[in-house]
T-cell receptor, first 118, second 116 residues
Framework: DQQVKQNSPSLSVQEGRISILNCDYTNSMFDYFLWYKKYPAEGPTFLISISSIKDKNEDGRFTVFLNKSAKHLSLHIVPSQPGDSAVYFCAASGSPFESSGNTGKLIFGQGTTLQVKP | KAGVTQTPRYLIKTRGQQVTLSCSPISGHRSVSWYQQTPGQGLQFLFEYFSETQRNKGNFPGRFSGRQFSNSRSEMNVSTLELGDSALYLC???????????????FGPGTRLTVL
């Protein structure tokens, strides 16, 4: 049962334009979400996260939006740069705070390969 | 600050053998999680250790085990290797318990295991 889904295996955008990567989840108990970027032969690199108490979190060119009612989140990259070309994973977890028992377990989507063309 | 390190980076084994992979977390991080990445299954959670205790476990057979030492370094072991165990094994560390601490996990480069 795929609890976190990234339905687009690949995305191609032009440099300078917006990249929008989508992620859907099924478990309503998830309340903390993260995006990671991964280059070949490297481990995933943390990009940005969002708690379920928010609907938007922004960090430089990266913005994550969360729609809890639709169980959907998206990552916006503006403007896109060729160096952003990588595989992007969304991940979900229970609350990251100490009171939760599942903070060390991340459930990942299958990933979306982003290609930014110069 | 040094990142998460994993050794070895590459490993080739044959079916039936066992293997031990090592992970050194970022200094000060007390939680270590292990993941398996394969083309078909993506990134799947294996287990998490905190203060030398396993806190969470994924849906993997008992051939997969791990431990954590007092210095937070962790090892995972796979016994009786099968062809399907060929994968990239990733270790991630995080600060661990602490009020108000967000547990972003920071990944190492992984160990590429090939089972022949």
């Amino acid at each position: 049962d795929q609890q976190v889904k990234q339905n687009s295996p690949s995305l191609s955008v032009q440099e300078g334009r917006i990249s929008i990567l989508n992620c859907d989840y099924t478990n309503s108990m998830f309340d903390y979400f993260l995006w990671y970027k991964k280059y070949p032969a490297e481990g995933p690199t943390f990009l940005i996260s969002i708690s379920s108490i928010k609907d938007k979190n922004e960090d430089g060119r990266f913005t994550v939006f969360l729609n809890k009612s639709a169980k959907h989140l998206s990552l916006h990259i503006v403007p896109s740069q060729p160096g952003d070309s990588a595989v992007y994973f969304c991940a979900a977890s229970g609350s990251p705070f100490e009171s939760s028992g599942n903070t060390g377990k991340l459930i990942f989507g299958q990933g979306t390969t982003l290609q930014v063309k110069p | 600050k040094a990142g998460v390190t994993q050794t070895p980076r590459y490993l080739i084994k044959t079916r039936g053998q066992q293997v031990t992979l090592s992970c050194s977390p970022i200094s000060g991080h007390r939680s270590v999680s292990w993941y398996q990445q394969t083309p078909g299954q993506g990134l799947q959670f294996l287990f998490e250790y905190f203060s030398e205790t396993q806190r969470n476990k994924g849906n993997f057979p008992g051939r997969f085990s791990g431990r954590q030492f007092s210095n937070s370094r962790s090892e995972m072991n796979v016994s009786t290797l099968e062809l399907g165990d060929s994968a990239l094994y990733l270790c991630a560390s995080s600060l661990g318990h602490g009020t108000g601490v967000f547990k972003e996990q920071f990944f190492g480069p992984g160990t590429r295991l090939t089972v022949l």
